[in-house]
């Protein structure tokens, strides 16, 4: 099956009770036992759930992947993944990860003596020499947030591979639909289903995926022990959205590619970066690796700090909040919003500027949002 039927067909049949096409939502903490300790495969929600198993289903299917474990958001998912490490195990990570997983290591697991170590922008030398120290993870998003830096999944994984280091990558900005690490080589693929999964801003949500199934025990083990379960309602809700994920990722890149395209032409526009763009670095990788480029847009305007804050805070449709890939379109300002968690001097340092602006483009009519833009532009 190709990944538009499989997104609404995998992971369930008609309820065989009613003949209710879409699943029940199983608000239900516990699970009558027949005798102690004989279940019908649930026993306590926090271990498991029939609408965990079908979002689980259908999100390792569209991963191309044996296993997927759903948690109560992104950084659930990946708090389950670092409790797979030990004190005294380390992480090497190219720079250019989300706020939220920055402060994650250096803020809490770096207390119980797991090391993250970044690196900007690697050459194939210093991702040899880093890996060749023997850290557990090699961990990475592509493209990342917001400065959309592309790498190249198979050449990273084959090095890690080398050195026996497992590849753990952030698949939240390509999707299923246009990139699929694990079959490049990755170990772990990892998604907030918060944003283009659920798709329409009504919930919070994380899933791990992998083709391993020891990891897939640990991460049933560390959902179960940690109480980082999401709610049923709420993964009711993204297998909804999971249906018309191809729909919608093809009309967010549309709508962005639109975007990139006359603001690359505009005026007051100093830079735009998509990887759509062929004036993007790593574009060449980006369609060899991709099937597509996204919903993501960062641009630098010609205008200073507190009139780009006063421009992002005055357009019609692109309204001003944290978070992405919802069907409405939003604008943020890395530096204040999302990535304020960073430390000013790191963050300039992998090259977020103070006057970056990152747009996730949403599903709307492409004309509108270029006239919404025009328009707000000209009072500048
Ligand atoms: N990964 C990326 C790329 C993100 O943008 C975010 C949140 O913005 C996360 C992970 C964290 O996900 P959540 O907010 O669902 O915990």
């Known amino acids: 099956m190709k990944f538009a039927t499989k997104a609404i067909h995998e992971g369930h049949e008609p309820d065989p009770?009613?003949?209710?096409?879409?699943?029940?939502?199983?608000?239900t903490s516990t699970f009558v036992?027949?005798?102690?300790?004989?279940?019908?495969?649930?026993?306590?929600?926090?271990?498991?759930?029939?609408?965990?198993?079908?979002?689980?289903?259908?999100l390792a299917s569209l991963e191309d992947a044996k296993y997927a474990t759903v948690f109560s958001s992104g950084l659930g998912a990946l708090t389950g993944l670092i409790s797979m490490l030990s004190s005294g195990d380390n992480v090497v990570a190219i720079n250019g990860v989300y706020g939220g997983t920055y402060r994650l290591f250096n803020k809490v697991f770096n207390r119980y003596g797991i090391g993250f170590h970044t690196i900007n922008h690697p050459t194939e030398k210093a991702l040899e020499d880093a890996l060749a120290k023997?850290?557990?993870?090699?961990?990475?998003?592509?493209?990342?947030?917001?400065?959309?830096?592309?790498?190249?999944?198979?050449?990273?994984?084959?090095?890690?591979?080398?050195?026996?280091?497992?590849?753990?990558?952030?698949n939240t900005f390509a999707t299923p639909f246009f990139q699929n690490p694990l079959t490049l080589g990755a170990d772990v693929v990892w998604h907030s289903t918060t944003k283009y999964v659920g798709g329409h801003s009504d919930v919070i949500g994380g899933v791990a995926i992998t083709n391993n199934e020891n990891i897939k025990k640990a991460l049933d083990f560390a959902r179960m022990s940690m109480g980082l379960n999401p709610s049923p309602f709420d993964v009711w809700l993204q297998t909804r959205g999971v249906k018309t994920l191809a729909l919608r990722m093809e009309r967010h890149q549309q709508n962005a590619m639109a975007i990139a395209k006359f603001l690359e032409k505009h005026p007051k526009v100093n830079k735009v970066i998509y990887p759509g763009l062929e004036s993007h670095p790593g574009h060449a990788t980006a369609k060899k690796q991709m099937k597509g480029f996204g919903g993501m847009v960062s641009v630098e305007f010609k205008l200073s700090l507190e009139e780009t804050k006063k421009l992002i805070s005055s357009f019609k449709l692109f309204s001003l909040a944290e978070s992405l890939?919802?069907?409405?379109?939003?604008?943020?300002?890395?530096?204040?919003?999302?990535?304020?968690?960073?430390?000013?001097?790191?963050?300039?340092?992998?090259?977020?500027?103070?006057?970056?602006?990152?747009?996730?483009?949403?599903?709307?009519?492409?004309?509108?949002?270029?006239?919404?833009?025009?328009?707000?532009?000209?009072?500048?």
């Open 33 to 58: 036992q027949e005798s102690p300790g004989e279940t019908k495969g649930y026993d306590y929600t926090r271990a498991g759930n029939p609408n965990f198993t079908i979002l689980e289903k259908v």
């Open 17 to 27: 009770a009613t003949g209710a096409i879409m699943p029940p939502i199983y608000m």
């Open 325 to 380: 890939g919802g069907v409405e379109s939003l604008v943020n300002h890395p530096a204040s919003m999302t990535h304020a968690s960073i430390p000013a001097d790191e963050r300039h340092r992998c090259g977020i500027a103070d006057g970056l602006v990152r747009f996730s483009v949403g599903i709307e009519d492409s004309q509108d949002l270029i006239d919404d833009l025009t328009t707000t532009l000209k009072k500048f």
């Open 134 to 170: 023997k850290p557990k993870w090699l961990f990475f998003e592509t493209p990342t947030n917001p400065l959309l830096e592309i790498f190249d999944i198979a050449a990273a994984t084959k090095i890690a591979k080398k050195h026996g280091v497992l590849t753990v990558i952030d």
